[in-house]
Every structure is written in C-alpha cells, then in structure tokens.
C-alpha cells in the first residue's frame, strides 16, 4: 500500500499569504495518478488538482499543483477567505486508493 | 448541473448489515468507474471500492473485503454498497464519487453528500 503523508498538519496563515502543502508518497507515483481535494466542514469533498497538475473545471487558478515521483505539492497563491478549509491528497499509482491524512488551512 | 444522491444510512448494531445505494441525475453515469468512499468522525478520507463501468471490475480496501460489496444498475443510474458484518470502526459517512480519466488518470470529480452509518449497540 502507498502511504501519502501530508505535511503540515495545520497550516495557520492569514487571507492574501501563500499556502504550500505537501503530500510526500512511501514509493513511487506516477503523476497522471495524483489528485488533490478540498474539504469544508460539513460538505463533501471537491477535486482541486488532477494529474498532479492540472485544475478541475471551475477551479481559480491561484490553485496550483506541481511535483513528480514521491513528492508532491499544492500551492495557494493568495488565500482567498473561502479557501481555509482541509486539503487532501490521493493517489491511484496502485491499489488500494489512498488518500493522505489531511492538512488543515486555517486563519490566523 | 448533474448530482449524486445517496441514501440508505442509519444506526445499525455490530454484525448487522445495511445497503447504501447512490443515484445519478444529469449525469453521466454508465460512461465511468464508480466508487465508494468514506469519512469516520473527525477523521480524513477512506476509499472503500469502485467499480468499472460495466460492473465486470471490482477493487475493495483490505478492511472490507469479504463484508462489502459494491454493485451497479446502469439501466437505473444507481450504485450500490452492500455491507454485511458491520464493525464499530465502519461508522462513518459514505460518499459515492464518479471516477474520471481512466486510463490515463484517476480522480473523483463529482460526489454525493453523502449518508451517515452508525454502527454501535
């Protein structure tokens, strides 16, 4: 199984600073198979990033994906009020799916 | 803009067993991998299962297989997750997410509110 450990768990910042989030993966992922998704509290998940890259439809573009291999990362350019919420990283490089464990963005 | 419902959670006791079903509208539905993912309280995401289109495909996380098993119905657009000897540690809530990209990628681009299961006595 490929563990994906998101760091930080918290990420304290305030609206306008720039969020870098970290998904580092236990073996090898092909970056086709790299996804990121936002999650407000109470709603479901929505899918930021796919192909470790490239946003979903809808998705601003201050949302930006970018790494290869083992390392990957999600960078928020200018955080928006409606962006502090929990981010996740997921893989399909091989079975099971899994997601990382979370980070956190939120207000300081 | 299409939706996917699910239904079918509640409060169920240890070894018993509930279906969860996931309906599409103004989707896209018979076109795509489906999957199953969950949400333990206070806790990240879990993929559960997904399915290839025509239903010949299976994948389960290890911690369900041999309890759940997850089903389609094109002709309704509806998804399926029967699960059988259920466990305290499976209360969470359930999302049905369409997987998209295949084969090139893999991600899960519409999802459900989701439906709550509770397993305790």
């Known amino acids: 199984e490929i563990v994906l450990t998101q760091s930080p768990g918290t990420l304290s910042l305030s609206p306008g600073q720039r969020a870098t989030l970290s998904c580092r993966a236990s073996q090898s992922v092909s970056s086709s198979y790299l996804a990121w998704y936002q999650q407000k509290r109470g709603q479901a998940p929505r899918l930021l990033i796919y192909?470790?890259?490239s946003r979903a439809s809808g998705i601003p573009d201050r949302f930006s994906g970018t790494g290869s291999g083992t390392d990957f990362t999600l960078t928020i350019s200018r955080l928006e009020p409606e962006d502090f919420a929990v981010y996740y990283c997921?893989?399909?490089?091989?079975?099971?799916?899994?997601f990382g464990g979370g980070t956190k963005v939120d207000i300081k | 803009e299409g939706q996917l419902v699910e239904s079918g959670g509640g409060l169920v006791q240890p070894g018993g067993s509930l279906r969860l079903s996931c309906v599409a509208s103004?989707?896209?539905?018979?076109?795509?991998?489906m999957s199953w993912v969950r949400q333990a309280p206070g806790r990240g995401l879990e993929w559960v299962a997904h399915i290839k289109q025509d239903g010949s495909a299976k994948d389960y996380v290890d911690s369900v297989k041999g309890r759940f098993t997850i089903s389609r119905d094109n002709a309704k657009n509806s998804l399926y997750l029967q699960m059988n000897s259920l466990r305290a540690e499976d209360t969470a809530v359930y999302y049905c997410?369409?997987?998209?990209?295949?084969?090139?990628?893999?991600?899960?681009?519409?999802w459900g509110k989701g439906t709550t299961v509770t397993v305790s006595s």
């Open positions: 997410a369409r997987v998209n990209g295949l084969p090139f990628n893999y991600y899960m681009d519409v």
């Open positions: 997921q893989q399909f490089g091989s079975l099971p799916v899994t």
């Open positions: 103004r989707l896209s539905f018979s076109s795509y991998w």
């Open positions: 192909g470790a890259s």
